[in-house]
C-alpha cells in the first residue's frame, strides 16, 4: 500500500511560480512510477507529467511542457512538480498518483492523493 500527501498548492500571480510535493509512505515508493493530474472546476481530470520509477524518463501533457519539470527524490519518498511561468488555465487541484507507469499516464493508476489547490491570478 501507498499512501499519497500532496502540498505546495496556494495562490500565484500570473507569470509565477509554485513547487509541489508529494510526499508518499510505504516501503516500495521506489518501485513506482509517479505522475500529477489535474482537475479545473467544470472540466474532466487531464494528465499533467510523469516520471518513471527511477526518474531517468519525464513526460508531460503539451500544456506544460517547458514550463513544468517533474522530478522525484527517492530517498525521501518525495515527488516533485516544478512549475513556472503559471497561467490562469493552469487553476485546477493538483492530484499526485502511483503505480506503473501506463497507469499514472493514463489515469488507472491505484494510488492517488487527496489533492491541492492551485490558483493563479491575473
Known amino acids: 500500500q501507498v499512501q499519497l500527501v500532496e502540498s505546495g498548492g496556494g495562490l500565484v500571480q500570473t507569470g509565477g511560480s509554485l513547487r509541489l510535493s508529494c510526499a508518499a509512505s510505504?516501503?516500495?515508493?521506489?518501485?513506482?512510477?509517479m505522475g500529477w493530474f489535474r482537475r479545473a472546476p467544470g472540466k474532466e481530470r487531464e494528465f499533467v507529467a510523469a516520471?518513471?520509477?527511477?526518474?531517468?524518463?519525464?513526460y508531460y501533457a503539451d500544456s506544460v511542457k517547458g514550463r513544468f519539470t517533474i522530478s522525484r527524490d527517492n530517498a525521501k519518498n518525495t515527488v516533485y512538480l516544478q512549475m513556472n511561468s503559471l497561467k490562469s488555465e493552469d487553476t485546477a487541484v493538483y492530484y499526485c498518483?502511483?503505480?506503473?507507469?501506463?497507469?499514472?499516464?493514463?489515469?488507472?493508476?491505484?494510488?492517488w492523493g487527496q489533492g491541492t489547490q492551485v490558483t493563479v491570478s491575473s
Open positions: 510505504g516501503r516500495t515508493f521506489s518501485s513506482y512510477a
Open positions: 498518483n502511483a503505480g506503473l507507469l501506463r497507469s499514472v499516464v493514463d489515469g488507472t493508476a491505484n494510488y
Open positions: 516520471i518513471s520509477w527511477s526518474g531517468g524518463s519525464t
